[in-house]
């Protein structure tokens, strides 16, 4: 391990007035990541990390090793030296109550997802020692199967509501498994986008109205589904309350949508009415509309993917 020689306290004063470097140094902590394996996780481009990554080192706040053709970097406490460990301390309690700590949960979500990245690599690796299954399964059958075949334990006979549907893309999947799915928006480019994509699947009705008034009968639907949509909606409760009404007795009502963040260009730019949720929020949701809320996951993310993370949450309407 190489480190530089000890700086004294204004100089780490110095270092730590940098936002980016605050977060390299909290993701740090406790982790020992790659530079491209960090850029992943805060987002920025490998050479502004790289940049960050050399002012920590040089000012003896990360310690760095080899591992083969890598450079991975982390915080030592214990080799801090005094003045820093004691900032570090006061440092990183502030940074914690800080109003923007949404932003350090989005990067522990990316964080996780990461580490987890990296599991899958070393496992697939010593698969592939061990048969090269992967790949011979894939060459047989294809990549597709297992999604689809899982699929298939949707009610054969079941209605769907695909609330705020878009282009079509949960319709497209859920209508091959299912009796009929209706597909709900409130653009009508959007389901003529929807309508090119799947016009030739007869058991998708296409419905032109808002989540929060759909002409549709009470209990007339086994399903209710809503992705990422709830967002959008100004009163979120009253989308619910709806698929909830239209939802038949012993249903379900699903949610997919963004967990709770700090991105206040997605309100600006995109027009989003709010910065996702979190689970006490759904689950306030659901019971004001009647439903019993029976889960909540926090759904995997793809280490290239950019926005904040997912959840999938079902609520049930009682017999």
């Known amino acids: 391990m190489k480190r530089a020689a000890t700086p004294n306290l204004s100089d780490h004063l110095a270092v730590l007035a940098e936002p980016t470097r605050l977060r390299v140094l909290r993701i740090l902590d406790g982790h020992e990541l790659s530079v491209g394996e960090l850029s992943q996780v805060v987002q920025l481009p490998q050479s502004t990390v790289s940049r960050h990554l050399k002012v920590?080192?040089?000012?003896?706040?990360?310690?760095?090793?080899?591992?083969?053709?890598?450079?991975?970097?982390?915080?030592?406490?214990?080799?801090?030296?005094q003045s820093a460990r004691a900032l570090w301390i006061a440092v990183r309690d502030e940074f914690e109550r800080r109003p923007d700590a949404n932003e350090g949960r989005e990067d522990k979500r990316r964080l996780k997802?990461?580490?987890?990245?990296?599991?899958?690599?070393s496992q697939t690796f010593f698969g592939r020692v061990a048969g090269e299954w992967d790949t011979l399964r894939a060459s047989l059958f294809g990549d597709r199967f297992t999604g689809e075949a899982l699929l298939s334990l949707l009610p054969r006979d079941a209605v769907v509501a695909d609330i705020g549907c878009g282009t079509g893309n949960i319709a497209e999947q859920v209508s091959p498994w299912v009796s009929r799915v209706i597909a709900v928006d409130s653009s009508e480019p959007m389901l003529d986008a929807a309508r090119r994509r799947l016009g030739e699947r007869t058991n998708i009705d296409f419905v032109q109205a808002t989540g929060e008034s759909l002409p549709l009968k009470t209990s007339s639907v086994d399903i209710s589904i809503a992705a990422l949509v709830l967002h959008h909606i100004e009163e979120p409760a009253s989308l619910l309350r709806e698929m909830a009404?239209?939802?038949?007795?012993?249903?379900?009502?699903?949610?997919?949508?963004?967990?709770?963040?700090?991105?206040?260009?997605?309100?600006?730019?995109?027009?989003?009415?709010?910065?996702?949720?979190?689970?006490?929020?759904?689950?306030?949701?659901?019971?004001?509309?009647?439903?019993?809320?029976?889960?909540?996951?926090?759904?995997?993310?793809?280490?290239?993917?950019?926005?904040?993370?997912?959840?999938?949450?079902?609520?049930?309407?009682?017999?």
């Open 56 to 81: 920590l080192t040089d000012s003896g706040w990360l310690v760095r090793r080899s591992e083969g053709t890598a450079t991975l970097y982390r915080v030592i406490f214990d080799e801090l030296d």
């Open 113 to 121: 997802a990461v580490l987890a990245a990296r599991r899958t690599d």
């Open 245 to 319: 009404r239209i939802t038949k007795p012993g249903g379900r009502v699903v949610l997919i949508d963004m967990l709770d963040h700090n991105r206040e260009d997605f309100r600006r730019v995109m027009g989003h009415k709010h910065m996702g949720f979190a689970r006490k929020a759904i689950d306030a949701f659901f019971l004001g509309s009647g439903l019993a809320p029976t889960s909540f996951r926090e759904l995997s993310r793809d280490v290239d993917a950019k926005g904040p993370g997912l959840f999938v949450a079902i609520g049930a309407k009682e017999s």
